[in-house]
């Protein structure tokens, strides 16, 4: 039997959300945008799943566009902001996603650095922030380390920029996008609390669908639009919406939330458990902050390891598991995520992501421990 250890890439879709979406499929498959009466029903759905997203993340509903998943939100984000601002710039974390990066790098550009935990240096923020930058892109969680970033510190520092430049009669807005695909389940996702401009949620990270999400934007941030046409959600993203796949990321939202404490507690548990038998049998060093991090998250380095070979010996004996980002496996690079930390390209292509999920148990751990003595000779 096999044993599933890559729950930051992709999540099974829990058995009722699938059944909140099972009628937008067939009798109720209607265009929300018709006029009749079916497709009215199909239209009230809809904003409905809107209306339960705005009431989780503390917004309003008409601050929510559904997306196809988290790369789409963050593209719409970036090139929202940056093409009503072509002339100013962004800052991005260095250990964002790629779907945050290379959408990034197509405006002017510049990096925050990270710690040897993963953390922005938050001492270099304010010197960083120009009298030009429009954006500042900082991920709440990082999907390959797990590290927790400071979000209402970095808010805070954007204030103190905004009133600085309000007295010096600098009319730029700056703005806090956070990628937080990775946070629902275990941090605070309440954007009033956070105190974020837009923030970007995906449906398959938390057992929804996938190529579900949502970009939450404040109702003061302007966006140029990325799709055009019918002009759709609110004429942000155009064509008709997947009824289906919006009523089934506001099912998933709804039960990651309710259950948060529940699946904390589980988690970490079996991590604890886990790294414990990772150092100590094999000397493993745990990658990311040792407490501000994502609990589910178990990013480690094997000395004298190649990461490929054990990958194919895990997977060889029904075990699966990451190098890192999904959407970067088919790149030969090592983890730029890493490299950013500090890690020599030897270490990084010697690590490996463990990451864990609601049906992972103790005896799995057990089983993929004493796997390890067979992958890490391969």
Do not use: W
Request: glycine share 6%; hydrophobic share 40%.
């Amino acid at each position: 039997m096999s044993i599933y250890l890559d729950y930051a890439a992709a999540t099974p879709i829990d058995d009722s959300v699938l059944a909140a979406m099972k009628p937008f499929f067939s009798e109720q498959f209607y265009n929300p945008s018709a006029l009749y009466q079916p497709a009215r029903i199909a239209k009230e759905a809809l904003e409905l799943a809107r209306h339960d997203v705005a009431q989780l993340i503390g917004s309003r509903p008409s601050e929510v566009t559904f997306t196809a998943g988290g790369t789409e939100s963050a593209n719409l984000a970036i090139r929202g902001i940056m093409e009503r601002f072509p002339e100013a710039e962004v800052l991005t974390s260095s250990i964002e996603h790629e779907a945050v990066m290379e959408p990034a790098k197509q405006f002017r550009h510049r990096i925050v650095p990270v710690d040897h935990n993963g953390v922005v240096i938050i001492a270099e923020l304010p010197a960083l922030i120009k009298d030009n930058t429009v954006l500042l892109s900082i991920m709440y969680a990082n999907n390959e380390v797990g590290t927790v970033q400071p979000i209402k510190d970095i808010v805070a520092i954007a204030q103190t920029v905004r009133d600085r430049r309000k007295e010096a009669g600098n009319s730029l807005p700056l703005y806090v996008y956070t990628d937080a695909c990775q946070a629902p389940q275990y941090l605070d996702i309440n954007v009033a609390r956070l105190g974020v401009d837009l923030m970007t949620l995906n449906g398959g990270k938390i057992y929804g669908p996938k190529q579900s999400g949502i970009l939450y934007h404040k109702i003061n941030v302007m966006l140029e639009p990325q799709v055009r046409g019918g002009g759709q959600e609110y004429g942000l993203r155009s064509g008709t919406e997947n009824v289906a796949s919006c009523v089934g990321f506001a099912k998933a939202l709804a039960l990651i939330t309710k259950n948060q404490s529940e699946m904390k507690k589980h988690v970490q548990s079996v991590a604890h458990y886990f790294i414990s038998k990772l150092e100590d049998q094999y000397g493993a060093v745990l990658n990311g902050h040792k407490k501000l991090r994502l609990p589910h998250n178990i990013h480690v380095t094997f000395p004298e390891c190649d990461n490929e070979r054990v990958l194919f010996s895990l997977d060889d004996q029904g075990i699966y598991a990451a190098a890192g980002s999904a959407c970067s496996a088919s790149n030969d690079d090592a983890s730029h995520v890493l490299l950013a930390m500090g890690k020599t390209e030897q270490e990084a292509r010697a690590s490996i992501r463990f990451s864990i999920g609601k049906e992972t148990s103790l005896q799995q751990i057990d089983k993929v421990v004493a796997a390890l003595s067979v992958a890490l000779k391969a």
